[in-house]
C-alpha cells in the first residue's frame, strides 16, 4: 500500500449512506449525514499496517476515525499516500467539519479537525 515509505501522510475517501449517530470517544456524539468525507492521517511507523486497521471492521475503538469506521453504514472508497504533511493535505480539502477536534489532537496548524465533509451534492443528501 505505502511501498515502505515513514511519516507518510494517507487520505481516506468515506461514504455514509445514511443519516447515522456516532459515539466518537470523549468528543461526543454526533450525526454524519450521507456523503462523503475526507479523513487525513498520518503513520509514522508501519503504513501498511496502519491502513490495514482502518479497512478492518473488527478492532478496539482506538481514535477519533474508528468510531465513524464501524458503523455498517460507512465505507472506505479510496484510499491516497501522499508525500505532504498532514496538515497541508487536510487544508487542502475544501468542505465543511462535521466534528470539531476529530483526528486533530496533535495538530499543530490550527486545521480544526483532520475529517472534512464533501460537497453534499456528491453524497446526495
Not at 16 to 43: H, K, N
Not at 52 to 72: C, M, T, V
Not at 102 to 113: I, L, N
Request: hydrophobic content about 40%; glycine content about 10%; proline content about 3%.
Amino acid at each position: 500500500m505505502a511501498g515502505g515509505k515513514e511519516n507518510a501522510t494517507y487520505q481516506l475517501l468515506i461514504a455514509v449512506d445514511q443519516a447515522i449517530r456516532v459515539r466518537v470517544g470523549r468528543l461526543g456524539e454526533f450525526v454524519f449525514v450521507p456523503g462523503y468525507y475526507v479523513y487525513t492521517g498520518s503513520a509514522r511507523r508501519g503504513m501498511t499496517s496502519r491502513l490495514k486497521r482502518h479497512l478492518a471492521r473488527d478492532k478496539r475503538l482506538r481514535w477519533h476515525i474508528d468510531y465513524l469506521l464501524a458503523s455498517p453504514h460507512v465505507t472506505v472508497v479510496d484510499v491516497r499516500i501522499l508525500d505532504q504533511s498532514e496538515c497541508e493535505a487536510n487544508q487542502r480539502i475544501a468542505g465543511m467539519i462535521p466534528v470539531p477536534g476529530f483526528g486533530a489532537s496533535d495538530c499543530t496548524a490550527g486545521c480544526g479537525a483532520h475529517l472534512v465533509c464533501l460537497d453534499r451534492v456528491r453524497g446526495k443528501a
